[in-house]
């Protein structure tokens, strides 16, 4: 299957007082149409800074290097666009059409003066130009109805700060689902009648939704009612989705390739199951000791910090922290080895296939 998105080489330089930082380092990596990647690490590991190149919502004085690139609409390779290197007007159309994002912590993101109709129909004038005022308060009802919202009607007419932490995270959800590249809105709602049933395939959505730590500060049971919703929508709507975590037990649940970043880079990358089973870098060990398992009574803390991106060491940047470092990780940045056809890790390890002394 072809890849809807291939970042090549992605390097994104920030000016702080200290120099130039890189909260995002030389990543490569491409997701299939249809796919789900789980992007897992630490926070400030560059995780939702890779986000924002996507979405296009860089800060201000930032430098970026590299290639981002979407496949053409079609699905063809050869139309396909560098999101970097686009237009700010086509850059602004992708936004929301193509590519759509649930920000963190939806109390933030959303703003606490504008119902929530008011912000999904924001989203659905964006991108389509033109439709009357009944035909927008239709979509914004199917997108929080797609969103699993009860009561869409009532919720459409209430303030961020009425709602549960849940809703918050549905009604997030429906304003990424509301601007999609599907067919046209207006048509789609005449074919189908003022009083059909909105359903799921009723109109397009987003061919990548990125979810930035969408289950954080959600009780387990609401965190389990939002990882089925994507499941389902992505089932549905044929999503590509890009999920962010630090959370290796959400990430196991939906995703079906995992990247694990470190200070910047990608330091592991491989089909879920593998990388989850069979670690290969040192990091990813950790990470998987240090969380809650029933057959394990004690955790086990990854020692020491993320190091600073202002002064990382010249090698590995896990080296000061890894149990099993040798000399030759102070000095040299390992690059991706391959464990497996689909497998790699950026250590030095990898090929000695020391896996029960990572795990």
């Known amino acids: 299957m072809a890849a809807l998105i291939e970042l090549r080489g992605l390097t994104v330089e920030l000016p702080t007082p200290s120099g130039w930082i890189r909260p995002v380092d030389d990543v490569s990596f491409a997701i299939e149409t249809g796919e789900?990647?789980?992007?897992?690490?630490?926070?400030?590991?560059?995780?939702?800074?890779?986000?924002?190149?996507?979405?296009?919502?860089?800060?201000?004085?930032?430098?970026?290097?590299?290639?981002?690139?979407?496949?053409g609409a079609n699905g063809s390779g050869s139309s396909r666009v560098n999101l970097l290197t686009l237009p700010e007007r086509e850059r602004v159309a992708t936004r929301?059409?193509?590519?759509?994002?649930?920000?963190?912590?939806p109390m933030t993101a959303l703003n606490p003066v504008m119902r929530a109709g008011a912000q999904i129909a924001e989203a659905v004038r964006a991108h389509h130009a033109g439709l009357p005022r009944e035909e927008?308060?239709?979509?914004?009802?199917?997108?929080?109805?797609r969103a699993a919202v009860p009561e869409p009607e009532l919720r459409a007419r209430q303030y961020p700060h009425q709602l549960s932490g849940g809703l918050r995270q549905r009604v997030m959800i429906a304003m990424a689902l509301a601007g999609g590249a599907g067919g046209?809105?207006?048509?789609?709602s005449r074919a189908r009648g003022r009083t059909a049933p909105l359903t799921a395939s009723a109109r397009?959505?987003?061919?990548?939704?990125?979810?930035?730590?969408?289950?954080?500060?959600?009780?387990?049971?609401?965190?389990?009612?939002?990882?089925?919703?994507?499941?389902?929508?992505?089932?549905?709507?044929?999503l590509t989705l890009l999920f962010?975590?630090?959370?290796?037990?959400v990430v196991a649940q939906v995703a079906d390739r995992i990247a694990v970043t470190y200070a910047g880079r990608i330091v592991e990358e491989g089909p879920a199951r593998e990388v989850l089973e069979r670690p290969q870098h040192p990091y990813t060990a950790g990470l998987l000791r240090a969380s809650p398992q029933l057959a394990r009574q004690k955790l086990e803390p990854i020692p020491g910090t993320v190091p600073s991106l202002a002064a990382l060491p010249p090698g590995c940047?896990?080296?000061?922290?890894?149990?099993?470092?040798?000399?030759?990780?102070?000095?040299?940045?390992?690059?991706?080895?391959?464990?497996?056809?689909?497998?790699?890790?950026r250590c030095i390890l990898v090929e000695e296939k020391l896996e029960k002394a990572i795990r």
Do not use: Y
């Not at 927008?136 to 199917?142: E, G, K, S, T, Y």
């Not at 990548?208 to 929508?233: F, G, H």
């Open 136 to 145: 927008v308060n239709h979509q914004v009802l199917a997108a929080l109805e």
């Open 36 to 71: 789900s990647l789980g992007l897992v690490g630490e926070s400030g590991s560059g995780k939702s800074m890779l986000a924002l190149v996507l979405m296009g919502l860089l800060p201000p004085g930032a430098r970026i290097h590299g290639e981002a690139w979407l496949a």
């Open 96 to 105: 929301g059409r193509d590519i759509a994002m649930i920000f963190q912590e």
């Open 317 to 345: 940047a896990f080296e000061p922290r890894c149990a099993l470092r040798r000399a030759e990780c102070a000095a040299t940045m390992p690059e991706l080895r391959a464990a497996s056809p689909e497998h790699r890790a």
């Open 184 to 188: 046209d809105a207006r048509e789609s």
């Open 244 to 249: 962010i975590t630090h959370d290796l037990g």
């Open 204 to 238: 397009g959505a987003p061919r990548l939704l990125i979810a930035d730590e969408p289950t954080t500060a959600l009780d387990v049971t609401v965190q389990k009612q939002i990882l089925e919703l994507l499941a389902r929508l992505r089932r549905d709507l044929g």
